[in-house]
């Protein structure tokens, strides 16, 4: 087992009631917390709100682009209200309607604001009388930032060509004219045309016998925030793996991707018997082709997978594991702006530690934690003191004020997880399913659980945590040091051994591998990358053959640590990894170890010319910043 990635991803001036959506039903619901509309968003959500979405959208593979409408349901909460803005980037609108109570459709006047970087254009729509429905005319650009088409060439037939969408963080808002913002939810529906011979997926009720005659029909029938909306076309095979589990696949890599997902039924039934009832019907996932820029996407429904999780061993499920847990946390429970992100991806990682001890033990569940702490404590370095904090204080204005969108996974899990041990789990497993019970469905903020978190835990449980060191573990930089270091016997192990190989005084040889697994192999390459030289790294290739092994985790460590030593006898499976592997958190450390060396930096540059158009936008945006910064 290995550990989870820690991807590079990402209180209302109102005291309007929130809007919850569960299952298409509307229910108003108050809330003591006066909340601060999210700034990444145009949409006035204290006014108006969307409470459901059908798309009727065509793919065009030649232009690049998805056209149709959109129609968008809508609840009114300020009666003075008269204007309608919602989130874009890059559309191109050319017709908005409206309908009355007769069903005609009648145009309405609308218009783009000014473009920003980050957040894209408002569309405003000018919605005299406050209109039910209404309905938008539009285009994606060949470039929205959330699709990436594949040309037949870039998929692993070679065949047919590919497309699918990454929403999170602000994205949602290049392909479909919506509220981006995590603040609000809604239901939808969907009718996608595609090239015949193509399947289309979304993240929504898929039926595993559609044909897509007449078009490939979709419901989402709970209610989502738009960062949770998701597509993808392509050459797409399937396998059922349970009575409401399924794997969505390449052809060629259907097989694989079946055998690999296997205990996916039992990691739901054990994240039931800790969290209660699994609420969205089906669990079907996705294994894309190797562009798709992160490890994995909760999109409910059909959580999207990236191909470097295929070990052949099951020894990178934990990632299947993280992703259902959002099913609980982020996806059930949902941060209401991305300034609260560690709600999802804190408590996400924690969960996933409890599912993965339920079916594989405390040890290895041990040995994760460990690797994964100690990787937090090692990145610290590289983080301003400013982001290293789980949440910071002051109005929401901008995300480059936000915490790192990487540390808040390990932080936020290692704040439950120090809770928990005081508590003890009679203690605090019912509180933490209690959270998701109580807030199911909602969009919630820091602060409304730091009150649900006094009212239910240190009111009762003082001695748990004072005030002064809740404080820390929110606000502080860094890891307070009261934190509880989780300790593998296994991992102890390894330390001598790693020593003495060092020094010289073990032989590579003599090395007792036999029975170590992925987590050890992590371990151990971390712990001497830019200590070991290049001899030792030659004779570990040749002993173990690190460099061409199938297990992407411990490939992209061992490259890490040969580029840093001057090891460039392996640049012929490194030139392979990056050309065929889009995964940002592989992809762009091992560019930015190339780039310190004079001697690597021309071949990294070559390998990134021809690797670029395999790539996803973000990690191409991503490596040309290394490029241009170096």
């Given at each position: 087992?290995?550990?989870?990635?820690?991807?590079?991803?990402?209180?209302?001036?109102?005291?309007?009631?929130?809007l919850r959506v569960t299952a298409g039903a509307v229910l108003m619901q108050c809330?003591?917390?006066?909340?601060?509309?999210?700034?990444?968003?145009?949409?006035?959500?204290?006014?108006?709100?969307?409470?459901?979405?059908?798309?009727?959208?065509?793919?065009?593979?030649?232009?690049?682009?998805?056209?149709?409408?959109?129609?968008?349901?809508?609840?009114?909460?300020?009666?003075?209200?008269?204007?309608?803005?919602?989130?874009?980037?890059?559309?191109?609108?050319?017709?908005?309607?409206?309908?009355?109570?007769?069903?005609?459709?009648?145009?309405?006047?609308?218009?783009?604001?000014?473009?920003?970087?980050?957040?894209?254009?408002?569309?405003?729509?000018?919605?005299?009388?406050?209109?039910?429905?209404?309905?938008?005319?539009?285009?994606?650009?060949?470039?929205?930032?959330?699709?990436?088409?594949?040309?037949?060439?870039?998929?692993?037939?070679?065949?047919?060509?590919?497309?699918?969408?990454?929403?999170?963080?602000?994205?949602?808002?290049?392909?479909?004219?919506?509220?981006?913002?995590?603040?609000?939810?809604?239901?939808?529906?969907?009718?996608?045309?595609?090239?015949?011979?193509?399947?289309?997926?979304?993240?929504?009720?898929?039926?595993?016998?559609?044909?897509?005659?007449?078009?490939?029909?979709?419901?989402?029938?709970?209610?989502?925030?738009?960062?949770?909306?998701?597509?993808?076309?392509?050459?797409?095979?399937?396998?059922?793996?349970?009575?409401?589990?399924?794997?969505?696949?390449?052809?060629?890599?259907?097989?694989?991707?079946?055998?690999?997902?296997?205990?996916t039924e039992k990691m739901i039934k054990a994240a039931e018997s800790l969290y209660?009832?699994?609420?969205?019907?089906?669990?079907?996932?996705?294994?894309?082709?190797?562009?798709?820029?992160?490890?994995?996407?909760?999109?409910?429904?059909?959580?999207?997978?990236?191909?470097?999780?295929?070990?052949?061993?099951?020894?990178?499920?934990?990632?299947?594991?993280?992703?259902?847990?959002?099913?609980?946390?982020?996806?059930?429970?949902?941060?209401?702006?991305?300034?609260?992100?560690?709600?999802?991806?804190?408590?996400?990682?924690?969960?996933?530690?409890?599912?993965?001890?339920?079916?594989?033990?405390?040890?290895?569940?041990?040995?994760?934690?460990?690797?994964?702490?100690?990787?937090?404590?090692?990145?610290?370095?590289?983080?301003?003191?400013?982001?290293?904090?789980?949440?910071?204080?002051?109005?929401?204005?901008?995300?480059?004020?936000?915490?790192?969108?990487?540390?808040?996974?390990?932080?936020?899990?290692?704040?439950l997880r120090t809770l928990e041990q005081r508590a003890g789990r009679a203690v605090?497993?019912?509180?933490?399913?209690?959270?998701?019970?109580?807030?199911?469905?909602?969009?919630?903020?820091?602060?409304?659980?730091?009150?649900?978190?006094?009212?239910?835990?240190?009111?009762?449980?003082?001695?748990?945590?004072?005030?002064?060191?809740?404080?820390?573990?929110?606000?502080?930089?860094?890891?307070?040091?009261?934190?509880?270091?989780?300790?593998?016997?296994?991992?102890?192990?390894?330390?001598?051994?790693?020593?003495?190989?060092?020094?010289?005084?073990?032989?590579?040889?003599?090395?007792?591998?036999?029975?170590?697994?992925?987590?050890?192999?992590?371990?151990?390459?971390?712990?001497?990358?830019?200590?070991?030289?290049?001899?030792?790294?030659?004779?570990?290739?040749?002993?173990?053959?690190?460099?061409?092994?199938?297990?992407?985790?411990?490939?992209?460590?061992?490259?890490?640590?040969?580029?840093?030593?001057?090891?460039?006898?392996?640049?012929?499976?490194?030139?392979?990894?990056?050309?065929?592997?889009?995964?940002?958190?592989?992809?762009?450390?091992?560019?930015?170890?190339?780039?310190?060396?004079?001697?690597?930096?021309?071949?990294?540059?070559?390998?990134?010319?021809?690797?670029?158009?395999?790539?996803?936008?973000?990690?191409?945006?991503?490596?040309?910043?290394?490029?241009?910064?170096?």
């Amino acid at each position: 087992m290995t550990k989870l990635p820690l991807p590079s991803r990402r209180l209302f001036p109102s005291a309007a009631p929130l809007l919850r959506v569960t299952a298409g039903a509307v229910l108003m619901q108050c809330s003591a917390f006066a909340l601060a509309l999210d700034p990444l968003s145009y949409a006035d959500y204290d006014q108006v709100k969307m409470s459901a979405l059908h798309m009727d959208l065509k793919a065009d593979f030649k232009k690049k682009t998805l056209s149709g409408y959109a129609d968008l349901s809508l609840t009114w909460l300020d009666k003075n209200a008269k204007a309608l803005d919602l989130d874009t980037r890059d559309l191109v609108v050319s017709k908005v309607q409206t309908q009355d109570a007769k069903g005609a459709w009648t145009t309405l006047a609308h218009s783009l604001g000014k473009a920003d970087a980050e957040k894209g254009q408002a569309l405003h729509i000018h919605a005299a009388g406050q209109p039910a429905k209404i309905r938008i005319h539009y285009r994606t650009s060949p470039g929205a930032a959330a699709l990436q088409w594949l040309t037949p060439a870039q998929t692993m037939s070679g065949k047919r060509p590919f497309m699918f969408s990454q929403s999170q963080l602000l994205d949602a808002r290049s392909w479909v004219p919506v509220q981006d913002t995590p603040a609000v939810r809604f239901t939808y529906s969907a009718r996608i045309d595609a090239p015949q011979g193509l399947r289309v997926v979304m993240s929504a009720d898929n039926d595993m016998h559609a044909t897509g005659k007449g078009g490939w029909q979709f419901k989402m029938p709970q209610a989502i925030p738009s960062y949770l909306l998701a597509i993808a076309i392509g050459e797409i095979d399937v396998r059922a793996l349970g009575s409401r589990s399924a794997v969505y696949a390449e052809p060629l890599r259907i097989k694989d991707a079946a055998y690999e997902f296997a205990d996916t039924e039992k990691m739901i039934k054990a994240a039931e018997s800790l969290y209660g009832p699994y609420r969205w019907g089906r669990y079907d996932m996705l294994v894309l082709p190797p562009s798709f820029p992160i490890g994995g996407m909760e999109n409910p429904r059909l959580t999207f997978l990236t191909p470097t999780m295929i070990a052949g061993d099951r020894s990178l499920v934990d990632l299947i594991a993280h992703e259902l847990a959002h099913s609980w946390s982020g996806n059930l429970v949902t941060n209401a702006s991305w300034k609260h992100f560690w709600l999802n991806e804190g408590f996400t990682t924690y969960v996933t530690t409890r599912i993965i001890e339920s079916l594989y033990g405390e040890e290895v569940a041990t040995m994760n934690l460990q690797l994964e702490q100690e990787e937090a404590m090692l990145s610290l370095g590289d983080i301003e003191a400013a982001k290293q904090a789980l949440l910071t204080k002051g109005p929401d204005t901008s995300s480059k004020e936000y915490a790192d969108d990487g540390l808040v996974y390990p932080k936020g899990a290692w704040f439950l997880r120090t809770l928990e041990q005081r508590a003890g789990r009679a203690v605090f497993d019912p509180f933490l399913r209690g959270w998701f019970d109580q807030h199911a469905f909602q969009s919630v903020t820091s602060d409304q659980f730091v009150a649900y978190l006094r009212k239910n835990l240190l009111e009762k449980n003082p001695s748990v945590m004072s005030e002064a060191e809740l404080e820390e573990w929110l606000y502080a930089p860094g890891i307070p040091s009261s934190a509880p270091r989780a300790v593998s016997s296994r991992l102890a192990r390894l330390d001598a051994d790693r020593d003495a190989w060092l020094k010289g005084t073990l032989a590579t040889a003599k090395l007792d591998t036999k029975n170590w697994n992925a987590t050890e192999w992590m371990k151990f390459l971390n712990d001497i990358d830019g200590k070991a030289s290049v001899d030792q790294l030659k004779e570990l290739d040749i002993a173990f053959g690190l460099a061409k092994t199938r297990n992407n985790e411990v490939a992209f460590r061992f490259y890490r640590a040969s580029i840093k030593a001057g090891y460039r006898d392996v640049r012929e499976p490194l030139n392979a990894f990056l050309m065929s592997v889009g995964r940002q958190k592989f992809v762009k450390p091992l560019y930015a170890a190339l780039l310190k060396s004079p001697q690597d930096k021309a071949w990294a540059e070559g390998v990134f010319k021809k690797a670029k158009v395999r790539y996803h936008p973000a990690t191409q945006k991503s490596v040309s910043a290394l490029m241009t910064a170096k």
